[in-house]
């Protein structure tokens, strides 16, 4: 809020247009996790305000770049910035919301932008076909996945997710659902990993392939993961497009006696989860 700094959109002038010189198409995130310190002393995002704030934020940067800049992210990994930086999540709500409202002013702003948000989204796998694994794998799901695409494809919440539903309820107002629901032109995926999940005495429980390989991380590599994600948001949810906006792997750079870092692992982890895009494509996934 406030007086807005003019020498952060000259920086951000300069660089795009940079990037379309070098023939680099920009595709914008609003928002990465930094709340500016202000709000976060009046609140953060718990508080509505921010949601509010988030909207006359989004009308300066579009109104500055979006003669040039045609793809817009709104948020990426609400799901991170809710649970991990609020330990639990209730705020996630407030998040999608700004999303929602945040989607309205771009197109207020730029009307030919192009619009979305990015998700981390990661398949489940139950670890035994047990119908204890197969509904801890649908409490997994939900948590991780379906607590974000229901709303913003869906207009609502998983109803199955109780606990979380009591949470969220007291935020929601009416209209809210509406605007976290707007139509995207897009769906940002980012995704690192799959989930193999058993059911636990206290809950579902993480599971790992001892035999899988995996980056320095610690992060398994399965790229039917990626191919079986995509075509699973393409079939239930239909978003118009779908970018893979985060995917990788890290791995030591090893120099040997070329003096070079060859990165053999690298060049096979790209190739088999391009392998895995392309099947999904193959499968109808946009």
């Not at 976060?40 to 979006?66: C, H, I, K, M, N």
């Not at 750079?253 to 391009?274: C, K, M, N, Q």
Request: net charge negative; proline share 7%.
């Amino acid at each position: 809020t406030g007086a807005v700094n003019q020498a952060g959109l000259d920086f951000y002038d300069r660089l795009v247009d940079e990037l379309l010189a070098h023939g680099i198409e920009p595709f914008a995130t609003l928002f990465h996790w930094d709340t500016p310190q202000a709000l976060e002393d009046a609140g953060g995002w718990p508080s509505r305000s921010t949601a509010e704030a988030f909207v006359e934020y989004t009308e300066a940067v579009v109104g500055r770049l979006g003669d040039r800049v045609r793809y817009w992210i709104t948020h990426n990994e609400p799901w991170v910035h809710a649970w991990i930086g609020h330990a639990w999540g209730d705020h996630a709500h407030h998040l999608l919301l700004s999303h929602g409202w945040a989607v309205q002013a771009i197109r207020r702003t730029a009307p030919d932008a192009r619009v979305g948000i990015t998700l981390n989204l990661a398949h489940a796998y139950p670890a035994s076909e047990t119908p204890e694994d197969e509904a801890a794998t649908w409490q997994v799901d939900g948590e991780g996945n379906r607590w974000f695409l229901d709303p913003i494809f869906r207009g609502s919440y998983p109803a199955d997710l109780l606990e979380r539903n009591e949470l969220v309820e007291p935020l929601v107002r009416e209209g809210d659902l509406e605007a976290i629901s707007a139509p995207l032109d897009f769906l940002g995926v980012n995704n690192y990993f799959r989930f193999v999940v058993s059911a636990g005495p206290d809950g579902p429980r993480m599971e790992r392939d001892p035999k899988a390989e995996e980056t320095d991380m610690r992060w398994e590599v399965y790229p039917d993961g990626l191919h079986r994600l995509l075509v699973r948001v393409a079939h239930d949810y239909a978003p118009p497009a779908i970018y893979v906006t985060e995917n990788g792997a890290a791995f030591g750079d090893v120099r040997v006696h070329d003096g070079r870092v060859h990165d053999p692992e690298r060049t096979a982890y790209l190739e088999s989860y391009i392998a895995a895009v392309s099947r999904a494509i193959v499968d109808g996934a946009p």
